[in-house]
């Protein structure tokens, strides 16, 4: 069966009697879209904008988004989101959490940081190596001292 989604209108096979499978086939497309914008925080498409202060907030569309996301799984009867068997109401709490919660400035956001000691060249395929700048960091390797400046 061939399922073909966009946001105006679902193309379903005759065996599929309404648009939940298109709901279905767009719901871990929507939970990425949803889980990327916790990972980039302050940056582009993260979940936080400027707020005119100096400071950030969450993006105005995100609980509008989360809500849709959230009653979208359960029209679709999902019982749990991942490997984490967590529900979707549950994942809504979770987000809905995430959003109240105040975004605060510290001395470290976005600092300049460089490592006291060279890189080692006994660990030359860390994931942390930024390459053309000569620094890295290493969780395999000896402990460093990391300063900022």
Not at 77 to 86: F, I, T
Request: glycine share 10%; aromatic share 8%.
């Amino acid at each position: 069966m061939i399922i073909l989604c966009s946001p105006s209108r679902a193309v379903i096979s005759p065996l599929e009697p309404s648009g939940s499978a298109c709901i279905r086939l767009r719901l871990p497309l929507e939970y990425t879209v949803l889980q990327q914008p916790l990972f980039f925080g302050t940056q582009k498409h993260g979940y936080l904008v400027r707020d005119g202060e100096g400071g950030y907030k969450p993006d105005p569309r995100g609980p509008a988004r989360v809500h849709r996301f959230v009653e979208a799984c359960q029209k679709a009867g999902v019982k749990a989101l991942s490997e984490g068997g967590l529900s979707p109401a549950a994942y809504g709490h979770q987000w809905d959490s995430v959003l109240a919660t105040p975004w605060q400035a510290n001395l470290a956001f976005a600092a300049k940081v460089s490592l006291q000691y060279p890189n080692s060249e006994d660990y030359p395929a860390s994931a942390f190596t930024n390459p053309g700048s000569g620094s890295s960091a290493s969780l395999s390797g000896p402990a460093r001292r990391v300063t900022s400046g």
